[in-house]
């Protein structure tokens, strides 16, 4: 039997190996400190009937600032319905202490808002900018962007596809960081606490970005800045944010890795009428498959995919470049059965197949390890 085990050595990049390392050096003493969140101009300069209506601008401003407060003083404006809850407007510890371990992440001495908003401001906003719109100072240097979080879309969760992440899944990819770019692990550097508190003030920043890019969208003229609208935005962004709990993925038990299992990932990634894999990782697994490009649409010139951000993307060279949404074999089974949000990596579980010998089925957990399998294997 042939086992499909590849020679890596000498086909990698030279640039694959390089890390970025800046970006934890620590606070930034130049970074000034703005008291207001910004506006989303990008997204207003989209929408020309709001672009070119100053009194609809300073509405928008208005409830946003009613409803998430400034950069100095963050908070969430507590809706009746919510209140019988027990919403902190400081914090928001809805739907999730029982699940986080309230003593192993520094619960007592967790940071208020404005806390971490401060402490953001000097370790991240160099980066992610201080509202979080991913455009920071360094942002234009850097080849993979650093997250825009007013999309609502994270990557790195072990959740099924299109969920926003639980507080504890933000606060274990920010201890770990984002290998491979430039995305610092901050467990080193930072408490326990501040790491919570970072994750609380980036999930608010991504509920007030979310909240004013729905505003800005469904803004018409003819009906105006509808402060009613707005709220619905709002509670309907925060629900997303809610029961991510409901969405873990459960990989199951982890079958043995045999020569004949890999050999089964192996048909699978390269069948484009099975998992299809090597339309975008190509047959050896360095990211060039035919789909890698697209024809641009003006010149019809072979250009890469856009993501969710507008910004450029590669498959994921397996062989040569690091894993960065987790190593693990969980990881890699979750990332294979729900794909990367925001990126054209598709989701595959539930996939329809055909077999070399002509069967049909849905791609289920088994296929789904093999697959797991065939890809370490290539590392
Ligand atoms: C030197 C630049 C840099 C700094 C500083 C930085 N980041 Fe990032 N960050 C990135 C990049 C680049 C990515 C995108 C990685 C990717 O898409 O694979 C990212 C991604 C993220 C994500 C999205 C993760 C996901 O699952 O999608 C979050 C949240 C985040 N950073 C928070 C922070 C916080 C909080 C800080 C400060 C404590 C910080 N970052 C500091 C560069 C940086
Ligand atoms: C339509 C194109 C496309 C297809 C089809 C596709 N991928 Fe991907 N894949 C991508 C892109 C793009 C990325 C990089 C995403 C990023 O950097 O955020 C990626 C990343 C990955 C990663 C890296 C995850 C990490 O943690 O860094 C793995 C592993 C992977 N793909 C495996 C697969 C497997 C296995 C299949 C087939 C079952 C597959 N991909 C099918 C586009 C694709």
Redesign the pocket.
Known sequence: MKLPIKIAAGVCSLAATLLLLDGCRGPDPAAPRHSHFELNEAEIAGNPDLAEDPEARIALSRALTETFGSLAVPRYLVLDDWRRQGFDPNRWPMGESAEEGAEALGEEQRPSLAESAALYAGRCARCHGFSGGGNGPMAARLD?RPRDYRHGVF??TPLAHGSRPRHEDLVRMLADGI???AMPSWGPHLTVAEIAGLADFVRLLAIRGETERMAIIDYDAFDGFDQDAFRGYYELVVTRWLGGGEQLILPGHRPEATPERIAH?ES??LDPRG???????GREGH?D?E??LVPDPLTGEPVP?L?EWGNP????D?VC???????RPE??FR??HE??N?????A?GG?LVTEPDGTRHS?NDED?WD??F??QSLR
């Not at 998992?275 to 990782?281: K, S």
């Not at 993307?313 to 994921?316: D, N």
């Not at 470049?321 to 190593?327: A, D, H, I, K």
């Open positions: 993979t990557k790195k290998s491979g770019t990932g699978l990634f998992a299809g894999c090597v339309r975008c990782h990211g498959g789909a890698s995919f993501d993307i590669r498959p994921r397996l470049s690091p894993l960065r949404f987790g190593e990881d890699l990332r294979i794909g990367i925001g990126t054209p990596m598709p595959h996939l791609l789904i697959l797991v065939y890809v």
